[in-house]
């Protein structure tokens, strides 16, 4: 789901920034973040409709579908028309003005099925209660190393057996030698969507101590080290993965 028409243009690193500062899901960036997630991850819409799909196969009935770092609520919405009423949405982000806006577009859209939407930091404490589906959409890679696979066990035993966690990460290449041959792509998608070379730059300076990212194999280790036994990739596009892991 996109709604790049109705968002405002992401012209955050637009202008030459003196020194620029760690990346943040300010007022600033929600305002713009529906665009700029569209015009920064590639095949951003078709993520969704497979989480969605993905998400559809194996909710149960009378549970909870969680959204980690749910920002803006974008696959809240694109869940909405695959996931039958009776599944509640949990969303939960440390940003107050993401959730807000989140609660915005949901209201917008009059979505009639139960969601509560939770102002909470998953570095420190999250309590999952029967969820059947579990999605970490681009935030796993903003959570500290030190507490992923704390995170990862928690999400394991909170959800029912049978339930499953949904993961979109970007990552690293398993062999150094072709980083710089994905990234450079990367770069040249974003030029293609209107981003200049000194928005590229400043971002990319604003992410470097706040986007981790591990390769894909990395993360494969921590899912099974948390009790995943059944893990596939449903989705690889050079830098970026989407993997689905299955409680047994």
Request: a negative charge; charged letters at 25%.
């Amino acid at each position: 789901m996109s709604d790049t028409n109705s968002a405002e243009q992401d012209q955050v690193f637009k202008e030459e920034i003196n020194r620029v500062s760690d990346f943040k899901f300010g007022a600033q960036v929600v305002n713009v973040f529906d665009d700029m997630v569209n015009r920064s991850v590639p095949f951003y819409g078709e993520i969704q409709r497979m989480m969605a799909e993905l998400a559809a196969d194996h909710v149960q009935p009378g549970t909870s579908v969680y959204d980690l770092g749910c920002s803006t609520g974008a696959t809240f919405r694109a869940l909405d028309g695959f996931i039958p009423q009776d599944i509640t949405f949990v969303g939960i982000d440390d940003s107050e003005e993401m959730i807000n806006k989140c609660d915005l577009k949901l209201k917008a859209m009059d979505m009639k099925r139960p969601y509560q939407l939770i102002v909470g930091d998953i570095h420190k404490q999250l309590s999952i209660d029967n969820a059947s589906v579990v999605i970490l959409s681009l935030t796993l890679q903003f959570v500290r190393p030190l507490y992923r696979q704390q995170l990862l066990k928690n999400i394991y035993e909170g959800l029912n057996q049978g339930g499953v966690l949904i993961l979109i990460e970007k990552v690293l290449t398993e062999n150094s030698l072709f980083n710089r041959d994905f990234i450079k792509h990367y770069y040249n998608y974003k030029r293609r969507n209107g981003y200049s070379d000194l928005e590229i730059s400043q971002k990319r300076e604003a992410l470097e101590n706040v986007l981790i990212p591990y390769k894909l194999s990395e993360n494969v280790t921590l899912l099974e080290d948390s009790g995943f036994r059944h893990c596939e990739v449903f989705f690889k596009w050079y830098n970026f993965s989407g993997l689905i892991a299955t409680k047994q």
